[in-house]
């Protein structure tokens, strides 16, 4: 095992040891490095003002990847490069492009969200992907301005497009390179700080023994939920067992008939391929979070948080997804819909964690729609996210499986309404007298999100939506072409 943690910041070799296993990187940088560039706004990962690029080994190149620092443990980087907005001018002072893009369209007024935007865009360039006007709203979603600069600052990334890489930026992604291949360990790392733990190992088997020896300890993916158990709800976290560095848990595997994701695959990583084969669901994912928030966020860990409205397990739901469970060396593979038993409480034993989900790919003719009701279109938790895939045969109703998220304690299917539709023709009456069946499967609460009337009503609705967009052309029901993969 290793006792200290290795990575790059801003080009240089940064080794950490005796630090508290959940620190942050933003509070580490400021208060630490005194780089405080990166800006503290609302420590849980909605405002990115503290974004920051973090590039990882991928076959032998590196891949860059805007993430909010503010809920990152500095203990998950072994093994990265950190790239803050210090480290961006070159050796005699002049800003980077990007940054010299933002000062050219007046991309900046208040300049404390600048940071994050900057860094934002900095990590789509090392990467040479470029952004249109509609490509660059996603880009920037995950990074609010509050005094509404966001026309100047999308010219930016805009004028951006065709630009390449200089020779300053062409040296950092080889330097890079060089160093990360020269630190790369394949240890576990464990730190210890007044008697916490954490540990991160970088197999899968190790990973298994290491849960199943530490039965209590918290697991963290991502911790694009976990940070924030962290920086809002104080929780002290004992042990900590990291599965981040795990490469063998990071595969998508795209079979004839199933595709299958590993724990560590982040929904960045996820969601072209899913959209692919369900191109609704790409659309829905678009909208989890944003940018940072899906580059850090698993699939999976989005599934085994249990959570009532997490956007992907009433659609994995539908679509007939099973997930593997491992504890130890042995393994067993349930139906999704079986994994939520009640609010907070899943079929998962203590030292067995979830090792992987499978998405069937025959789908029996059966057209999946997936519809996420929010507050805000992007950035923005569901109030109800609702999943439907119907097959219709001869007019008639074949195969229903319908699940919602935000109507019930638990991701749960519709089982009335999928009765009442069984069997019977697929019209307008049908869904009519099929409507009132959700109020046998669901009693929705009131909260901040929405009230159960409310909730109530946007079901039944978005059966009779889903009913308009199967029996009528996208271009009637739907604006199409508004995100990344279009019907
Ligand atoms: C700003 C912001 C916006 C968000 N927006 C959305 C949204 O729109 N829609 C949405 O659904 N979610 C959203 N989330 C929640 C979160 O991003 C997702 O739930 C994400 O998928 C969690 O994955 P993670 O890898 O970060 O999990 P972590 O935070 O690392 O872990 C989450 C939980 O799952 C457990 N866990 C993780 N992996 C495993 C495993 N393999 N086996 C067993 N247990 C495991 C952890 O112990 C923990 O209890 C948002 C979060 C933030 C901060
Ligand atoms: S401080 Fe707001 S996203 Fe990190
Ligand atoms: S420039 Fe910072 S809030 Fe708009």
Redesign the pocket.
Known sequence: MQSEITFLLNGEICTVSNIDPTTTLLNWLRNEKLLTGSKEGCG???CGACTVAVGSLDQGRVNYKAVNAC?QFVAMLEGKSVWTIEGLKDASGHLHPVQDAFVQTHGTQCGFCTPGFVMSLFAAHLNEEHYNKQEADTLFAGNLCRCTGYGTIVTAAENMQGVGLDQTDQTRIQNDTTLLEKIKSAKTVCLESDGRMFYSPANADDLADLYAANPEA???????????WVTKQHRELPCVIH?GRVEDLKYIKEEDDKLVFG?GVT?TDAMPVLAKYFPDLGEMMR????VQ?RN???????I??G?P????PPALIVLGATITLRHGDKRRSIALEDFFIAYGKQD?AKGE???SVEVPLDQAGAQARFYKISKRFD????AVCGCFNIAIEDGQVKEARIAFGGMAATPLRAKAVEAALLGNPWTEATIDAAVDAFEQDYAPISDMRATATYRMLVSKNLLRRYFLETSHSPEQTRMVGAGAFSL
């Open positions: 849980e990962g909605d809920i918290t697991i963290v993916a991502g911790a694009t939920d976990v940070g924030l599965l724990a929904h909208r989890l979070g944003a928030v850090s966020g698993t699939l999976v860990g989005n085994a948080n959570s409205i997490g956007d992907t998962r964690f979830v090792e950035q923005d938790i569901s």
